[in-house]
């Protein structure tokens, strides 16, 4: 999932070009796809009553996702009627959930007639605040490579760690496998994964 206010686009644009270029040698070697969700691309358009529209992102796309990349600059973005922001609030829920989240802030330059004070207030106040509750080290960039480079090496030890957590998961079946076969019987696995369906033959 990718989250952010409206001013980085360009570097959301540069994120999903990253993770094309990771999608070959991590299919080639993890069997993994990284598959970029936005909001804008990807939400539903519809109604709901007495559901708000950040709600319904979060439940049916951030929800489903496994990693979020979260990226600010100088603005903060507009409050969602929960939260001072639509991404601060996506983050949080993001965290909630489980998700492996990425925060970056943006230290390139812009252009003063660009910066609302408000806005860019609100952002150092965030920053300081996520570094405050310690749950993990956000990342600062100043140009698209370097953004593409921090994005890169966390996405590869995302993959890393769900290979192990599907590998530990996997080891009692492994086991049971070994056991049937002494045995002169054979363990089909179906859908392979957190919810595998094991069927003894």
């Known amino acids: 999932m990718l989250a952010s206010p409206g001013d980085v686009d360009e570097d959301r644009d540069a994120v999903v070009r990253e993770m094309a270029e990771l ?14 969700i936005r909001w804008e691309i990807d939400a539903e358009r519809r109604i709901t009553a007495g559901r708000r529209t950040q709600s319904g992102i979060n439940a049916d ?7 979020m990349v979260a990226l600010f600059h100088t603005r903060f973005g507009t409050p969602s ?18 998700l492996r989240v990425h925060l970056f802030f943006s230290l390139a ?25 310690d749950h ?31 590998r530990d998961e996997l080891a009692p079946t ?12 054979h363990l089909v696995l179906r859908n392979v994964g957190a919810d595998a369906l094991r069927e003894v033959q």
């Open 109 to 133: 330059a812009a252009s003063l007639d660009t910066i609302d004070p408000d806005q860019l207030k609100k952002v150092q106040t965030y920053r300081q605040s996520m570094i405050d509750r």
């Open 136 to 166: 993990g080290l956000v990342g600062d960039y100043t140009t698209k490579d370097d953004l593409r480079h921090q994005v890169a090496r966390s996405l590869r030890a995302d993959i890393t760690a769900f290979a192990r957590d599907v």
């Open 23 to 36: 999608n070959s040698p991590l299919a080639g070697v993890d069997n993994a796809i990284l598959v970029p």
């Open 174 to 185: 492994r086991e049971l496998a070994v056991a049937l076969d002494a045995a002169g019987k």
């Open 61 to 67: 796309l951030v929800a489903k996702c496994h990693v």
């Open 81 to 98: 009627g929960a939260y001072l922001s639509h991404t601060e609030e996506e983050i949080d829920f993001a965290l909630s959930v489980g």
